[in-house]
């Protein structure tokens, strides 16, 4: 079940920090054209909140249960970068860009088994 668990923060890490990465340095029409077109309509300091947000949840996810310092922030992480998924799939699903919102939900559902996970041991 770690494996499974250290898997799953591996993934996450990868997925919110390349997004966390991009909406903290590019802006939201450099970021619709590289996929991340449910930027399109916020505003500057808002994509750039919700990507230092994705950045921090990232170290969150890997470095407190890595070290064991503080190792209720990993799962702690994990559910605040799956509520993030929420807003997301809205805007994704008003937009209608069904596929968009069925990685929301998968990434939302991973961001669970890790809290879940982390949380149980």
């Not at 340095?25 to 994705?54: D, M, N, Y």
């Not at 807003?87 to 088994?113: D, K, S």
């Amino acid at each position: 079940m770690d494996i499974s668990l250290w898997l799953a923060q591996g993934f996450l890490a990868v997925v919110f920090g390349y997004s966390g990465w991009m909406k903290s340095t590019r802006l939201a029409p450099e970021l619709v054209t590289i996929g991340q077109t449910g930027v399109e309509h916020l505003s500057t300091p808002l994509i750039r909140f919700i990507g230092f947000s994705e950045l921090l949840g990232t170290l969150g996810l890997l470095l407190p249960w890595y070290t064991q310092i503080l190792p209720i922030l990993t799962p702690v992480s994990a559910i605040c970068l799956g509520l993030i998924m929420l807003p997301a799939g809205i805007i994704h699903y008003q937009r209608n860009e069904r596929r968009t919102v069925l990685l929301n939900v998968f990434i939302f559902l991973i961001c669970l088994f890790v809290a879940y996970g982390r949380f149980a041991t």
